[in-house]
């Protein structure tokens, strides 16, 4: 089936830890992004693609890298996990920008202890 | 830059009951509105969108909101609520970048 595909779906690290999040879309979309959620907080923007080949920072980007693959994989590196990183992950996509809508992924929740 | 305020972090409505989930948003320009929910363990689906043209948006499941500009707001509505309804929803909001902003979401449950 067409979609966002977020690869792994649980994950749980030890503080200091690293990891990759991927994501790879198969809608042919131009614009990836990777959110976390939060309890009582929505979601959040961590970083954004507009485009293959560019990437910027959104609201959360403290601790966070992310690296455009190709157009269709995004994904999201914790360098040095830490507790506060304890959220969940969403990926999503969109064709042109946020005038669209976004599809998401089902999420990756991670636990960092 | 926008933002988007749901008032309620929780709604409880008996089943068949109207649904009222309320959305006020902040933005410099004309904006685009849209509604998603969410259901446990899942991700978020597009409910709705306004872009342009007609203010009544009407959506899956039975939903609809409506964009009032002169009260910055895009309230979601269902006359008679499911128990399939029960679910976290979140307003969101974008300009004419390439992000959107999402509200704190509202958790509907619903009475038999």
């Known amino acids: 089936n067409a979609g966002v595909t977020q690869t792994p779906k649980f994950q749980v690290l030890k503080t200091g830890q690293s990891m990759t999040l991927q994501c790879a879309q198969d809608?042919?979309?131009?614009?990836m992004y990777w959110y976390r959620q939060d309890p009582g907080m929505g979601l959040r923007l961590i970083y954004y693609s507009a485009s293959e080949g560019t990437t910027d920072k959104g609201e959360v980007p403290n601790g966070y890298n992310v690296s455009r693959l190709n157009k269709r994989e995004f994904s999201l590196r914790l360098e040095s996990a830490a507790p506060s990183q304890t959220s969940v992950y969403f990926c999503?996509?969109?064709?042109?920008?946020?005038?669209?809508?976004?599809?998401f992924g089902s999420g990756t929740r991670l636990t960092v202890v | 830059a926008q933002s988007v305020t749901q008032l309620g972090s929780h709604v409880s409505v008996s089943e068949g009951a109207l649904v009222l989930l309320r959305c006020n948003y902040s933005?410099?320009?004309?904006?685009?509105l849209f509604w998603y929910v969410q259901y446990p363990n899942q991700g978020l689906q597009l409910l709705l969108k306004y872009t342009t043209g007609a203010t009544l948006v009407k959506g899956i499941n039975g939903f609809e909101a409506e964009f009032k500009k002169s009260e910055t707001s895009f309230h979601l509505t269902k006359p008679s609520a499911h128990m399939s309804d029960a679910a976290e929803y979140f307003c969101a909001v974008s300009d004419y970048d390439y992000k959107l902003s999402f509200g704190a979401g509202t958790t509907v449950t619903v009475r038999a």
């Open positions: 809608m042919n979309h131009n614009s």
């Open positions: 999503a996509s969109s064709a042109q920008g946020g005038g669209y809508g976004y599809t």
């Open positions: 933005s410099s320009v004309p904006p685009y």
